[in-house]
């Protein structure tokens, strides 16, 4: 299930492409099933791995494979899949259990492969379109797969990226090379490959990193990012910067606000303190916390802790609540870990179990699964005790 994770790695002018994955659990006494807004558990646990819904069915594991059930629980799809990404537009992106080659195509909601499985990766439509890795040959070299299909399977951008990301407002980020970009619909550079990283934003923004000397230290954590030899900056939709590089820690714009390292550095390396600016780069809340996730539906989860290094930094013995956009503290610091909003509810950990908050902030689901995600169509994947066959 989806987590808060760390990467760390050292890069020379180059890219860092990092996702969060879902970690299959074992056949053992717990499974996964799904509770509604209530906490009521309305399909079963007995699933090796399940993901949220989307447009009314959701992918589970079954074994070593995936299939795909209903808001009842009837098993619409039955599991013969590796992988099986949520639907979108329509369609969802898998690949067959039995191939010779892990190869991507696209099915619909009768289970039917729309688009043949014949991409080496592939992410969801958005849009209309969707990225795919094609198969390097003669004429696509190794590090110029990625370009994008329609919903018929039609190429409609040719493969020319190292990587690529979903259309979102129209527009996508690349990579050509060792550096980011953005295109439009038909292809066309909105913003040159100029970036050693870009990330979306909610609010249409863009985040970048420049480099500020010769090796570069990039860490992932989740929805922020850490630097050692950069500084991140923001731009507008059209690629022109509004907030000039100057923080070694961010968070894309969420709500008008984005989460950002001062660059004031511990002993240890780590930024001394998170902090929210808004979209003029003039500081709005100043908590003095260790960690701050971007805001949604109006409260972001932060923590006070203390960092520890390695290969993966982490934040440890951190207690994490939420604050609203004036810096007041909706719910105190004293769960183990917290996760942005989403659909009313914000998922929790407090003893090593997943909870649910209301908007209030109130307890509206007791922390009791061993793992969970976020509600997705007024139903959340969940872990627990494994149903009695």
């Known amino acids: 299930m989806r987590k808060i994770f760390a990467l760390a790695l050292t890069v020379q002018l180059g890219l860092v492409f990092c996702c969060s994955a879902h970690a299959a659990s074992a056949k053992s006494e717990e499974a996964y099933g799904y509770i509604d807004r209530s906490g009521k558990m309305v399909i079963p646990p007995g699933f090796d791995d399940a993901k949220s819904f989307s447009e009314g069915l959701a992918a589970v594991k079954v074994g070593d494979r995936y299939g795909y059930v ?153 929805y922020n990012w850490l630097v050692t030899g950069g500084l991140f900056g923001y731009l507008n939709s059209k690629g022109t910067p509004i907030i000039k590089p100057a923080y070694d820690g961010a968070s894309s714009f969420s709500e008008g606000l984005a989460c950002v390292a001062t660059g004031e550095k511990q002993k240890d390396g780590r930024p001394r303190k998170w902090t929210y600016i808004n979209s003029n780069g003039n500081k709005t809340i100043d908590g003095n916390y260790s960690f701050g996730l971007p805001f949604s539906e109006g409260l972001a989860p932060v923590a006070k802790g203390r960092w520890q290094m390695g290969m993966a930094p982490s934040l440890v013995a951190a207690k994490w609540g939420f604050i609203d956009k004036k810096g007041k503290v909706i719910v105190p610091l004293s769960y183990d870990e917290a996760h942005p909003f989403s659909g009313g509810m914000a998922r929790v950990v407090a003893d090593d179990k997943t909870g649910f908050l209301d908007h209030n902030g109130k307890v509206a689901i007791e922390p009791k699964f061993s793992d969970a995600e976020d509600f997705s169509e007024d139903l959340a994947a969940v872990k627990t005790e494994r149903v009695k066959q």
């Open 70 to 222: 209903d808001k009842s629980g009837a098993m619409k799809i039955p599991p013969r899949f590796d992988e099986a990404e949520p639907f979108k537009d329509g369609l969802a992106a898998v690949t067959l259990a039995d191939a010779d080659y892990r190869r991507y195509g696209f099915i619909d909601k009768e289970g039917k492969f729309v688009i043949e499985p014949t991409f080496e990766d592939a992410g969801s439509f958005s849009q209309g379109v969707a990225a795919v890795k094609f198969p390097a040959t003669g004429a696509i070299k190794s590090d110029e797969q990625w370009g994008f299909i329609d919903k018929t399977g039609k190429t409609v951008i040719p493969p020319q990226f190292k990587e690529a990301g979903p259309f979102m407002q129209g527009q996508s980020i690349v990579q050509s090379g060792y550096l980011y970009g953005v295109i439009d619909r038909d292809g066309t550079y909105i913003v040159k490959p100029s970036y050693q990283l870009i990330l979306p934003g909610q609010d249409n923004t863009l985040t970048y990193l420049k480099l500020s000397g010769k090796v570069m230290g990039l860490t992932g954590m989740g």
